[in-house]
């Protein structure tokens, strides 16, 4: 049975969601899959030698990655290296289908710069917007960014911009990297 760890960093929750439903998805066909968050790993670290594939999703923030996504896959190249892995990036952009594939989504392109982590496999999801849930500063900037980009600005707006049965689809493809 191929076991698949979903490493991953979630700031709201949504990165989180998608993690458990690539384990969930997995689990339904027939491999077996953990979740665990880059605090987690990094403090009680990780047992390697438990999985066959390797995942890592994050979220975009401002344009970036939170600094503990870049730290932690510096430090540990060697062993999300060492096995079939993958990396998922998560942004709101990624809601514009041109804006979805590898090479249409600069913020993978930025990641592929700023890790020396090469993933065998990469995978743009879109994410959601959740302006209730953003304290007052995020919700106001995220706004502009919006307007800049042609994205919701009603600050009651919570969308789900995931394409879930995709979400599945690479669930199910993470148990055929090799
Ligand atoms: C503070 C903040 C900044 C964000 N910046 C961007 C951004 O620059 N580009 C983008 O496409 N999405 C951006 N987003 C949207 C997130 O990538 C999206 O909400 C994602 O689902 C968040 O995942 P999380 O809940 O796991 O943290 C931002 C969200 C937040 C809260």
Redesign the pocket.
């Known amino acids: 049975m191929t076991s698949v760890l979903i490493l991953y960093m979630?700031?709201?929750?949504?990165?989180?969601r998608i993690a458990r439903r690539l384990c969930e998805h997995i689990d339904d066909a027939g491999g077996r899959a953990e979740m665990m968050d880059l605090v987690e790993a990094e403090h009680e670290g990780v047992d390697w030698s438990r999985y066959d594939v390797v995942a890592l999703g994050a979220?975009?923030?401002?344009?970036k990655y939170d600094k503990s996504v870049i730290e932690f896959v510096t430090r540990h190249r060697t062993q999300l290296e060492a096995k079939p892995n993958s990396f998922f990036n998560?942004?709101?952009?990624?809601r514009v289908p041109e804006k979805s594939t590898v090479a249409g989504n600069r913020?993978m392109q930025k990641f592929l710069q700023l890790s020396p982590w090469r993933p065998r496999d990469l995978k743009v999801i879109a994410?959601?917007?959740?302006y209730p849930a953003?304290p007052w500063l995020?919700r106001f900037?995220?706004r502009l960014?919006m307007r800049m980009t042609n994205g919701p600005t009603d600050t009651t707006a919570v969308i789900d911009y995931t394409n879930w049965d995709d979400v599945r689809a690479y669930g199910t493809h993470l148990l055929t990297l090799r």
């Open positions: 979630s700031r709201g929750g949504h990165t989180a979220p975009v923030l401002y344009g998560v942004s709101v952009v990624a913020y994410g959601k917007v959740d953003w995020d900037m995220i960014i």
